[in-house]
Structure formats: structure tokens, C-alpha cells
């Protein structure tokens, strides 16, 4: 699942994604509050999340999906490369990816997906 | 409006400016697949009037990305393009990655990733420097003249104006890089500045 207000950074990070691996199945969500209603319904192996939204910010929004997808891991992929951010992302357990989004970006998320 | 800077002070500011663009421009070389050229920053300190004045002549339309940030100063870093190289910046970024799109409904998108990447890079070094995390909100988009991307203020309150001319190699795409501070802030930059410089606080 993607997560990222902006659409066009869904589309990039879906189409390097999908280059790699054409067999698997992308959930776009435009917000945190989306994606915790999206979980609920579609199944999901795992997140990528933007950190600057609207509502809830990302770390929030990725906190409250451990919560219901304690075993699936979450990446944080945002340009807000401020140290302080990354420390309170890594400490909360889950995985820091600085934008732009680019295929090297793509490769690390799919790994911790195991693929 | 009496909150000037000496030159030690625009000298750290530029050199603070400089590793935060230089990150940015790495990042955002990668995010258009192209070298990005950098001037050396220039820090100065402009009422809005005149920092518009500098951006270019009234009523040439520009995009003008904004990430406000606030911390222990606040205010707005602008990432400002000319209006008609909107659509080859688009094409760069969006281009190729997702091809049967209609590139004219993202644009404003991909405007603003553009200015997500390099705002936020700046202010990561800013943050780093000077010790202090910013919050920052989500990034939006201006379309207009100089006036309209500096942002409905009083003509004469004073900003930071930190110009950056960057020129992307092979497209020839150039821009620039502001931040506006209100003179309260201006004055949390002074003293946030001083204290990088090691000078006591009574000369804040």
C-alpha cells in the first residue's frame, strides 16, 4: 500500500515498483485516516508512507496501522530529511527512505517485503 | 523593522544556505535525471516589495512552491520556477515513470514534489546547524507574478531573501530559492545564529 498525498509520487513509486515485481497488487491511499479504512478491507504486506499529510502525519498514521498490522513492516518515504525526524521514525521501529522517489528508493522498500 | 544582520552573521547564514542547497541539489538532480548548477547563495535582507522587484518583472507568470515551517522561527521557503518551463519540468519528473498519464493534470503535482524535495533538504540543514526541529505543513502551489508568490504581506515587512540561482544542465531550466521570515523571526534567526557563532546571548 502507498500512502502519499500527492499522486504523482503514487504513480512513480507504483511504476518502479511494478517494473520489478509486475505480479504484485498496489492500494493507493491518499492520507493516513484512508489507509487505516483501506487496511480494514484489502489485505496488505506492505506500507510505504509519506510523513508531510494533511491529518494525521505519517509516523502517526504508521503507528496506528501497527496497531492493526503488528507483523507487516512500514516504511517512511518523505523528503523531510531533518535528523530529528529520522531518529523519532527509526525509534518508533519503523524504516526511514529519504525522497525523491527513485528506483533505488523502490528496491529498499521491496526488500523488506522479503522480494 | 530595525533587525539587520552583520557580516558574520550573512556569512554563517550563507554557508548554512549552502550545505542545505547542496543536499537539495543532489536530490533533486535524482528527481530529474539531470546536474543541477548552483550559483553561491546570497543572503540578503529586502523589504517584499523589493524582493519581488528581484524576482523578475511584474506580471511574468511564475510557480512558487511553499513549505512553511515553524520551529523556533517561522515562516516560508519558496521554490520559485518561471510559469513556462511548468510542463518540461513536469515531463522530466513524471515523464517516463508514468507513461498514458495526461502530464497537463499532475502538473501542479509535480510541481510541488519538486519543491517537497529541494524546500525540505534546505531546511534539513537549517534544522541540523542551528539545533532546532521545524514542523513543517504540507507544501503547496502559487501560480502568478512576483507579488503573488511572495504572498499576500505588507509591502514592506522585511524578508530573508536567500537567492539561489539554480540551472538544471541539459534542459536549461532555471529558478530560485527564497525564504521569507516576519521580523519576529528574523529576530529567533539572529539570535539562533549567534548562539552557532558561540556569541553570548546580550548581543542577540
Excluded at chain 1, 503514487?10 to 498496489?26: D, F, K, N, S
Excluded at chain 2, 544556505?17 to 537539495?24: L, M, R, S
Excluded at chain 2, 541539489?25 to 539531470?34: E, F, N, P
Excluded at chain 2, 521554490?79 to 511548468?86: A, D, N, R, T
Amino acid at each position: 500500500m502507498i500512502v502519499d498525498d500527492s499522486r504523482m509520487s503514487r504513480l512513480i513509486l507504483q511504476g518502479l515498483i511494478l517494473q520489478a515485481h509486475p505480479q504484485w497488487t498496489i492500494v493507493h491511499a491518499s492520507s493516513g485516516e484512508e489507509a487505516l479504512q483501506l487496511v480494514r478491507e484489502n489485505p496488505v504486506d506492505l506500507v510505504s508512507m509519506d510523513f508531510n499529510m494533511a491529518g494525521m502525519n505519517g509516523l502517526e498514521a504508521a503507528l496506528a496501522l501497527r496497531e492493526i498490522l503488528p507483523a507487516v513492516p512500514i516504511a517512511i518515504l518523505t523528503a523531510n530529511v531533518q535528523t530529528a525526524v529520522q531518529g523519532r521514525i527509526e525509534e518508533a521501529g519503523m524504516v526511514f527512505i529519504a525522497k525523491p522517489i527513485t528506483a533505488s528508493a523502490a528496491t529498499q522498500l521491496s526488500a523488506l517485503a522479503g522480494a | 523593522m530595525t533587525v539587520q544582520l552583520d557580516a558574520e552573521q550573512i556569512d554563517a547564514l550563507s554557508e548554512i544556505f549552502n550545505i542545505g542547497v547542496g543536499k537539495a541539489a543532489a536530490a533533486m538532480g535524482a528527481l530529474m535525471h539531470d546536474e543541477v548548477l548552483l550559483s553561491v547563495p546570497h543572503v540578503s535582507i529586502f523589504t517584499v516589495s523589493e524582493a519581488a522587484q528581484q524576482l523578475g518583472a511584474a506580471g511574468s507568470t511564475m510557480y512558487g512552491v511553499r513549505q512553511p515551517f515553524r520551529g523556533t522561527f517561522n515562516g516560508d521557503a519558496l521554490l520559485i520556477f518561471p510559469g513556462h518551463k511548468s510542463l518540461e519540468i513536469v515531463r522530466i519528473v513524471a515523464g517516463q515513470s508514468v507513461p498514458g498519464e495526461d502530464l497537463s493534470a499532475i502538473e501542479q503535482d509535480a510541481m510541488t514534489e519538486v519543491g517537497n524535495v529541494m524546500l525540505n533538504a534546505c531546511i534539513a540543514a537549517l534544522s541540523d546547524l542551528l539545533g532546532n526541529e521545524f514542523q513543517l505543513s504540507p507544501p503547496s502551489i502559487d501560480v502568478g507574478d512576483s507579488r503573488t508568490i511572495l504572498g499576500t504581506r505588507i509591502q514592506n515587512h522585511l524578508v530573508v531573501f536567500l537567492h539561489i540561482r539554480f540551472e538544471l544542465l541539459t534542459s536549461q531550466i532555471e529558478g530560485f530559492v527564497v525564504f521569507v521570515l516576519n521580523t519576529t523571526s528574523l529576530e529567533g534567526l539572529r539570535a539562533a545564529v549567534n548562539r552557532l557563532l558561540g556569541r553570548p546571548a546580550e548581543m542577540d
